[in-house]
T-cell receptor, first 116, second 119 residues
């Protein structure tokens, strides 16, 4: 079975400072990894994904994430946070070793609060 | 990507009634999914809905409670039957544009969600 852990319920950062939102995963095969963001009263918006290749993945709105296979992590990062980045962030995994299953398993979510 | 709409965007319903949620996509998609997000919680998959076959339900979800239709490649409905306050959640549909291969690298795109409150 696959699982995702987001150890921090909330991350607080000052505007202009770098931010990191942590994610670790567990799969039996090879993972496809995703980050989504949810703004209040909105659906989930796709930020970025890791499939294969370069461990550093760049996505929307200046976000990037680093895949670390040895640590089974996929932390989301941004060099300089904006107040508008304040939202709920979800990490998700799909185990391509799991035959026939295309659905995503989500972490519990991390609320990012960027203070002006 | 795909543009996904859901109707209704929100509703308040009485216990014991049923609500059907519609999901419309602007392009033909192979795979559609229905998720539930309970208040303050993460997303949990209810079922996978592929056109031309019966929906596949996750553990803890049954067809009698959450019947799903998938009449064509751009549309699906989820019904929440015999509702109770515990069904109060956001229900989201999502789609993938790729094929059925488990190696598909396609991204899953989500609709805006339907916020359901059951009194």
């Amino acid at each position: 079975a696959q699982s995702v852990a987001q150890p921090e319920d909330q991350v607080n950062v000052a505007e202009g400072n770098p931010l990191t939102v942590k994610c670790t995963y567990s799969v039996s095969g090879n993972p496809y990894l995703f980050w989504y963001v949810q703004y209040p009263n909105r659906g989930l918006q796709f930020l970025l994904k890791y499939i294969t290749g370069d461990n550093l993945v760049k996505g929307s709105y200046g976000f990037e994430a680093e895949f670390n296979k040895s640590q089974t992590s996929f932390h989301l990062k941004k060099p300089s946070a904006l107040v508008s980045d304040s939202a709920l962030y979800f990490c998700a995994v799909r185990d391509i070793g799991e035959t026939g299953r295309r659905a995503l398993t989500f972490g519990s979510g991390t609320r990012l609060q960027v203070q002006p | 990507s795909a543009v996904i709409s859901q109707k209704p965007s929100r509703d308040i319903c009485q216990r014991g009634t049923s609500l059907t949620i519609q999901c419309q996509v602007d392009s033909q998609v192979t795979m559609m999914f229905w998720y539930r997000q309970q208040p303050g919680q993460s997303l949990t998959l209810i079922a996978t809905a592929n056109q031309g076959s019966e929906a596949t339900y996750e553990s803890g979800f049954v067809i009698d409670k959450f019947p799903i239709s998938r009449p064509n490649l751009t549309f699906s409905t989820l019904t929440v039957s015999n509702m109770s306050p515990e069904d109060s959640s956001i229900y989201l549909c999502s789609v993938e544009l790729g094929g059925f291969s488990r190696y598909s690298t396609d991204t899953q795109y989500f609709g805006p969600g339907t916020r359901l409150t059951v009194l």
